[in-house]
């Protein structure tokens, strides 16, 4: 079976103290990998999608990478503002016809000022 | 662009009582989905499809029935609420093989 593992489960950081969240996958033949952040009390907010080992895209504060077997999601110089659950999806290929996603569990972070 | 919507945005019901929640996009998207998202359990799949008049079973289908009748809507229906169904339903929807983007949630308790 497909796991998604996100760690740590919690991470508390003082602003402008930078951090990694990773998420492993035991999907062989990823088709995209997801990443999504979601604020208390409202849906997931899509953040990037990685399509193959290598890639790295950023937005702001936030830069997430990709190889074989796992995904980073770096916050550089963090703000309360980036305070929120992240949550990492993969697309595996048997799942292709319904576009399925299969999620991790997520990281709340809290970002202190 | 409204995105993705969910009505109600609450509700609470009582063990055995029915009701709909109906999710609408206006992305044009082919997919649509229904989750759940419950405390140490993360997002389930409950219901999805690919296409107006198609519907397929997720991961969690049990107690459940959907409808897509017109392209940007998809409704999902509870016969009998249990309160084990307590929980907050999201609704997604997707142009494959793209990233899905999800509605702002109802939060469902059944007592």
């Known amino acids: 079976e497909d796991q998604v593992t996100q760690s740590p489960e919690a991470l508390r950081l003082q602003e402008g103290e930078s951090s990694s969240l990773n998420c492993s996958y035991t999907?062989?033949?990823?088709?995209?990998l997801f990443w999504y952040r979601q604020d208390p009390g409202k849906g997931p907010e899509f953040l990037f999608t990685?399509?193959?080992a290598g890639e790295e895209k950023e937005k702001e504060r936030l830069k997430a990478t990709l190889t074989k077997k796992e995904s980073f999601l770096h916050i550089t110089a963090p703000k309360p503002e980036d305070s929120a659950t992240y949550l990492c999806?993969?697309?595996?290929?048997?799942?292709?016809?319904?576009?399925?996603?299969?999620f991790g569990g997520g990281t709340r972070v809290l970002v202190k000022p | 662009n409204a995105g993705v919507t969910q009505t109600p945005k609450f509700r609470v019901l009582k063990t055995g009582q029915s009701m709909t929640l109906l999710c609408a996009q206006d992305?044009?998207?082919?997919?649509m989905y229904w989750y759940r998202q419950d405390p140490g359990m993360g997002l389930r799949l409950i219901h999805y499809?690919?296409?107006?008049?198609?519907?397929a079973k997720g991961e969690v289908p049990d107690g459940y029935n959907v409808s897509r009748l017109k392209k940007q809507n998809f409704l999902l229906g509870l016969e009998s609420a249990a309160p084990s169904q307590t929980s907050v339903y999201f609704c997604?929807?997707?142009?494959?093989?793209?990233?899905?983007?999800f509605g702002p949630g109802t939060r469902l308790t059944v007592t």
């Open positions: 990685l399509y193959s």
């Open positions: 999907v062989s033949g990823l088709r995209g």
């Open positions: 992305m044009n998207h082919e997919y």
């Open positions: 997604a929807s997707s142009y494959p093989p793209h990233e899905q983007y």
């Open positions: 499809s690919v296409g107006e008049g198609t519907t």
């Open positions: 999806a993969v697309h595996p290929p048997e799942e292709a016809a319904g576009n399925k996603l299969t």
